[in-house]
Nanobody, 119 residues
Framework: QVQLVESGGGLVQAGGSLRLSCAAS????????MGWYRQAPGKRRELVAS?????????IYADSVKGRFTLSRDYAKNTVDLQMNSLKPEDTAVYYC???????????WGQGTQVTVSS
């Protein structure tokens, strides 16, 4: 079992910044994937950004957040942070932290944290 605890959501004006943090605990495997998804009302959950340490490692971002969001990972602390800059109203959603053992198809989800960007 893996537990994910998120923090850092809130209300911000368009153009502002927020930082989301997620700490993983429990049965953490050394090769894994962590990241953030989001779900806006009436829409499907979508990938925001994720990072993997398999092979040479890789980080991917949704096209909609490239250049504005930055994902960072601390493997010693098992944390993943999402720095969100130049926020737009369309970034409003519940953001979920995600962890998966690299070789598994299914992973674990955090409880979600609300991000609201006002225009």
């Amino acid at each position: 079992q893996v537990q994910l605890v998120e923090s850092g959501g809130g209300l911000v004006q368009a153009g502002g910044s927020l930082r989301l943090s997620c700490a993983a605990s429990g049965n953490i495997f050394s090769i894994n994937v962590m990241g953030w998804y989001r779900q806006a009302p009436g829409k499907r959950r979508e990938l925001v950004a994720s990072i993997s340490n398999a092979g040479s490692g890789s980080t991917i971002y949704a096209d909609s957040v490239k250049g504005r969001f930055t994902l960072s990972r601390d493997y010693a602390k098992n944390t993943v942070d999402l720095q969100m800059n130049s926020l737009k109203p369309e970034d409003t959603a519940v953001y979920y932290c995600y962890y998966r053992k690299y070789s598994d198809y299914e992973g674990y989800w955090g409880q979600g944290t609300q991000v609201t960007v006002s225009s």
